[in-house]
């Protein structure tokens, strides 16, 4: 089995070292989770100007945003602000949101594929299913200068998170076996 710790990275939202990309990337429709339509590609307007901050973030229930509250990046946030765009936000270079969200979305789905994968391991897995998670964690595993938008490109385009998906549930007897 190849080694997890290398493999996995931080799942827990830091939003202190991203660039609010889901409050720009996200499109959200006004209703019991938003209180305005907001599409995707555009600064949601209760962003702070001068920080990444959210300028309702201690009311965001009361004030209709309860969809905020729940959303959850797994970690692709930071990691698409820190590693791919090496700390420069869409606010220094605007020129470059439209990639920036691009890698948020890719990001998102390997952050999801890899956590996936981290659960399905904890069962008692045949020789065979290790095999087949070990075939996508090394499909998955970053390049050795991190992820850039070329390579998370390449990687969306190899369908390795639909294929991952559709070998599911060859992983049930595992599952049902714990
Ligand atoms: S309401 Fe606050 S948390 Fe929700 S998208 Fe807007 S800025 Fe982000």
Redesign the pocket.
């Given at each position: 089995m190849l080694g997890q710790t290398a493999l996995f990275p931080d799942f827990t939202a830091d939003c202190t070292r991203c660039a609010?990309l889901?409050?720009v990337a996200?499109h959200?429709d006004k209703g019991d989770a938003f209180a305005f339509d907001?599409p995707a590609g555009t600064p949601?307007?209760?962003?702070a100007p001068d920080s990444f901050g959210?300028?309702?973030?201690a009311d965001?229930m009361n004030?209709g945003?309860g969809?905020?509250v729940k959303f959850d990046c797994r970690g692709a946030g930071q990691r698409v602000t820190q590693e791919v765009f090496a700390g420069i936000t869409w606010r220094d270079a605007p020129d470059q949101m439209r990639q920036m969200i691009d890698a948020f979305r890719m990001m998102r789905r390997l952050h999801e594929t890899l956590e996936a994968i981290a659960l399905l391991q904890r069962y008692p897995l045949s020789p065979p299913q290790s095999q087949q998670l070990d075939a996508f964690l090394a499909e998955l595993t970053a390049p050795e200068s991190g992820w850039t938008v070329s390579s998370l490109t390449a990687l969306d385009a190899s369908d390795v998170f639909d294929r991952f998906k559709a070998a599911l549930p060859a992983f049930r007897s595992a599952v049902s076996r714990a």
């Open positions: 609010a889901c409050c996200l959200f907001k949601c307007p209760n962003l959210c300028r309702i973030h965001l004030k945003f969809g905020c």
